[in-house]
């Protein structure tokens, strides 16, 4: 079993990348207007890397804190 303090990140990881998608899919479409000024492309464009950083290094750690659980299960 998880430590408590492992549990609770476990838990608050799925919902951080869940709501790291939906900011991320929030991104492609706003970059999918035609209109969209360059600054703004700038602007998000480099929020959409910071996004897709933390979602890598939260599914990362998530994946960790699983195998884990997964052990200390058996």
Known sequence: KLSYKEQKEYDSLELEINELEVEK????????EPDLPYEEIEKLSLRMGE???LI???TFRWMELD???QELEK
């Not at 899919?25 to 999918?32: L, P």
């Open 51 to 53: 996004v897709i950083d």
């Open 67 to 69: 195998e884990l659980k």
């Open 56 to 58: 890598d290094d939260k």
């Open 25 to 32: 899919s929030g991104i492609e479409e706003k970059m999918a």
